[in-house]
């Protein structure tokens, strides 16, 4: 019964001394202490999302914020010289500037102007090159045709002065029963040698029978008379030949030369194939 009253007694409010008193006040005392901690920290909170307060959260966050904003306001501005989009304006404007000036032709010292002005000068100078070619190809068809009439209006009727003189040589030699042969297109006895353009050999009937003569013909003005003995020279021993017979023509013959001239074995004439052949055609008409 006692144990009884004793256990009743822990329980109970009356007694403060009880173990439910006791924990009743304890649970008092710690209740009251966490509301107070649970407003304080509420009040903590709500003070650091206050605008009134300039050292809260919120109010730092804000000034960042605006102060973000300002500078992003401020580098896309145009109106601040040294913003990002004022630069960049400055930039673009600059590179549009530098590629107008060089791409017009107001102004002399742009690169278009210059590119324009070395394209003139190249073009000049092609036009001028082509029409000093033309002017020296219409020359030399002038002077070619000059020639073609001139040969056309000689008696020799354009043949060559060399070919001339062979066919006179050779009537000739017909004439007189000796043999004629044209030796300008083959080697002689120099190893391929062709120097020497007629062979004319004395016939039968001749007191030196046998004997060869060699004629070089030249319608050639840079022939004079040394240049001449060295090639009849050289066509005598070429054709194997007694006597040289070198023939200048009147219209190329060096100024001064003597018609006819004798050095050794060597003989050198100076022949006019135009009048010669005149003469021969004169000579085959039948009299009247």
Not at 73 to 78: A, I
Not at 116 to 137: G, K, M, N, Y
Request: net charge negative.
């Amino acid at each position: 019964m006692s144990e009884r009253n004793r256990i009743l007694a822990e329980f109970s409010l009356d007694n403060k001394e009880s173990a439910l008193s006791r924990m009743v006040v304890e649970l008092s005392e710690k209740n009251g202490r966490l509301t107070g901690d649970l407003t304080s920290k509420i009040d903590e909170v709500v003070k650091e999302f206050s605008l009134d307060k300039d050292d809260s959260a919120l109010s730092r966050l804000v000034r960042k914020v605006e102060t973000a904003q300002r500078t992003i306001t401020d580098e896309f501005s145009l109106d601040n010289e040294s913003s990002a989009l004022s630069r960049m304006s400055n930039l673009l404007n600059e590179a549009t500037d530098a590629i107008n000036n060089n791409l017009t032709l107001d102004k002399d010292g742009s690169a278009l102007a210059r590119l324009r002005r070395e394209l003139i000068d190249i073009l000049a100078r092609h036009e001028e090159q082509a029409s000093s070619f033309q002017r020296d190809v219409t020359s030399s068809l002038e002077a070619m045709k000059a020639r073609r009439e001139e040969s056309l209006r000689s008696t020799a009727h354009g043949k060559q002065f060399e070919d001339v003189v062979f066919e006179f040589g050779q009537r000739e030699a017909e004439r007189s029963g000796d043999l004629a042969m044209c030796t300008g297109n083959t080697t002689g006895a120099i190893k391929h040698c062709k120097i020497g353009d007629a062979v004319l050999e004395l016939g039968p009937d001749c007191a030196a029978a046998g004997e060869k003569f060699v004629i070089e013909a030249k319608e050639d003005a840079t022939y004079d008379l040394n240049k001449a003995r060295i090639e009849i020279e050289s066509a005598r021993k070429n054709r194997q030949a007694s006597v040289g017979l070198f023939v200048f023509s009147r219209k190329t013959a060096p100024a001064g030369q003597d018609s006819f001239l004798r050095y050794g074995n060597d003989i050198f004439v100076v022949w006019d194939a135009d009048s010669t052949a005149q003469s021969w055609q004169s000579r085959k008409k039948p009299s009247a």
